[in-house]
């Protein structure tokens, strides 16, 4: 087991299953242009290879499947299956919901029981606006197929003070209504944000949101696992809701994620673009792959930020959000 001077290890992967999106949010890419195909990505059989080696290696217990968006990848269904093969704890996919309906046949027949449900309005005209692309009704109805086909769903939204901060409370109220946890990310300074005047307009922090929920509920702070990312509140006989507060709370000393992207390289941390290469211990002997890829995790682990996120100019859709 590989553990840092802080305590830390890897226990969480994240696989960024391509780098292609259907959509562009504003705050993801900068020019509005979809990546509808990528180039130069592992295949399904380098992903899964990748995947055993990391659970072997590093100890990974828990998986979360991402992207770009993982739903338009071609090898989705192939990979959740081959997933079911390994021993894994826990898997979890993030998606925006667009293929929701449509794939839940296969994830009801993968390992995978929890979905996280990117969505970060109800407003139609603001949604074109936001994700550049799209239909909201078929969110919706992908996020009710998929509770009344029994998954665990959370919604993660991405508050934004001139896109979409009037919707904090409707998005609420739309969760709580469905016993789902609605997620309030703040905005992270990656890409094109890194230090640019928009992310300094647009980011809202923990206390604003919760003097925005305090003007329609009464919560008090409830528990949360130990290398949770979200500071989580309960809202007594309704539920609960949660903020990934990166800059209002950082999380970084109990972090144990690791990212794999599309392309084969490891990032041990959202906030350096510093990464370790893995691709090519894909068709070495098992030992000498198992012995080099110790190695380049303790590099991997080096690169997490002591105690918080400072921002990093690469695209989360590359390396996984
Ligand atoms: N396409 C999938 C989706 O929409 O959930 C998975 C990939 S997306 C990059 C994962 C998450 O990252 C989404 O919830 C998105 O809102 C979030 N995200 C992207 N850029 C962000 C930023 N700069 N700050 C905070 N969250 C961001």
Redesign the pocket.
């Known amino acids: 087991m590989i553990v840092d001077a802080r305590g830390r290890r890897f226990r969480n992967l994240r696989v960024?299953l391509t780098a292609a999106?259907n959509?562009a949010?504003t705050?993801?890419v900068p020019n509005g242009r979809k990546l509808m195909a990528a180039r130069n990505e592992l295949t399904v059989e380098g992903f899964l290879q990748a995947v055993k080696l990391l659970i072997d290696v590093a100890g990974i217990d828990k998986l979360r499947i991402?992207?770009?968006?993982?739903l338009i990848a071609p090898g989705f269904d192939d990979f959740v299956r081959g997933l079911g093969r390994l021993a894994l704890e826990d898997v979890a996919v993030?998606?925006?919901?667009q293929f929701l309906g449509k794939k839940l046949e296969v994830l009801q027949h993968s390992p995978i029981s929890r979905i996280?449900?990117?969505l970060?309005t109800l407003n139609p005209l603001a949604f074109r606006r936001l994700a550049r692309s799209g239909d909201l009704e078929t969110v919706l109805s992908g996020l009710d197929a998929a509770l009344d086909r029994g998954f665990k769903v959370k919604v993660?939204?991405?508050p934004l003070r001139t896109g979409n901060l009037d919707q904090v409370l409707p998005l609420l109220d739309h969760c709580l209504a469905r016993n789902v946890e609605l997620r309030m990310?703040?905005?992270?300074?990656?890409?094109h944000?890194k230090s640019s005047p928009e992310f300094h307009r647009d980011y809202v922090g923990m206390d604003e949101l919760l003097e925005v929920i305090a003007k329609q509920y009464e919560f008090e702070r409830a528990d949360a696992p130990y290398d949770s990312t979200a500071v989580r509140f309960a809202i007594e006989g309704k539920g609960h809701f949660g903020i990934?507060a990166?800059h209002s709370e950082p999380f970084c000393a109990s972090c144990t994620r690791l990212r794999l992207s599309s392309d084969g390289h490891l990032y041990g941390c959202l906030s350096s673009a510093k990464y370790q290469p893995m691709r090519d211990l894909l068709s070495l002997p098992i030992e000498i792959a198992r012995e080099k890829l110790q190695d380049r995790l303790a590099l991997a682990l080096q690169n997490k930020q002591p105690v918080a996120f400072s921002g990093e100019t690469t695209v989360?859709?590359f390396i996984?959000?």
């Open positions: 960024s999106c959509y949010c705050y993801c991402t992207g770009g968006e993982p993030t998606t925006n919901g996280n449900l990117s970060d993660n939204m991405v990310i703040e905005l992270m300074n990656m890409g944000l990934i990166n989360m859709k996984g959000g």
